[in-house]
Nanobody, 123 residues
Framework: QVQLRESGGGLVQAGGSLTLSCAASGRAFSTYTMGWFRQAPGKEREFVGGIWSRGVTEYTDSVKGRFTISRDNPKNTVYLRMSTLKPEDTAVYYC?????????????????WGQGTQVTVSF
C-alpha cells in the first residue's frame, strides 16, 4: 500500500518553468515505476512521461525536450521539471505508481494515484 501526494503546481506565464514533486509513503519505493499524467478540461487523462525503477525515462512527443523526470529514492520522491511552458500544458497533473508492469504509458497498469495538482499556463 502506498499513498502519493503531488505539490508544486500553480500559475505560470507562457515560456516559464515549474517543477512538480510527488512524495510517496510506503515500502519499497525504489522498486516502483512512476508515471506522470495530466487531464485538461473536456479531455481524457493522458500520459506525460514516466521513469522505470532502473531510472530509464520515457515521454510523450508533445513534451519531449521540455520536460524532465527524475527520482530521489532515499527521499521517496519523483520530480517533473517543466520548461518552456505553453498554454496547452494547462491541466491537472497526477503522479502514479506501479509494480511489475510492461506498458509504462498505460493508465490501467497503475494501482496508486495522487490527488493531482493544478498547473495553469497563461497566454
Amino acid at each position: 500500500q502506498v499513498q502519493l501526494r503531488e505539490s508544486g503546481g500553480g500559475l505560470v506565464q507562457a515560456g516559464g518553468s515549474l517543477t512538480l514533486s510527488c512524495a510517496a509513503s510506503g515500502r519499497a519505493f525504489s522498486t516502483y515505476t512512476m508515471g506522470w499524467f495530466r487531464q485538461a478540461p473536456g479531455k481524457e487523462r493522458e500520459f506525460v512521461g514516466g521513469i522505470w525503477s532502473r531510472g530509464v525515462t520515457e515521454y510523450t512527443d508533445s513534451v519531449k525536450g521540455r520536460f524532465t523526470i527524475s527520482r530521489d529514492n532515499p527521499k521517496n520522491t519523483v520530480y517533473l521539471r517543466m520548461s518552456t511552458l505553453k498554454p496547452e500544458d494547462t491541466a491537472v497533473y497526477y503522479c502514479a505508481a506501479a509494480r511489475g508492469i510492461s506498458r509504462i504509458a498505460a493508465l490501467n497498469e497503475y494501482a496508486y494515484w495522487g490527488q493531482g495538482t493544478q498547473v495553469t499556463v497563461s497566454f
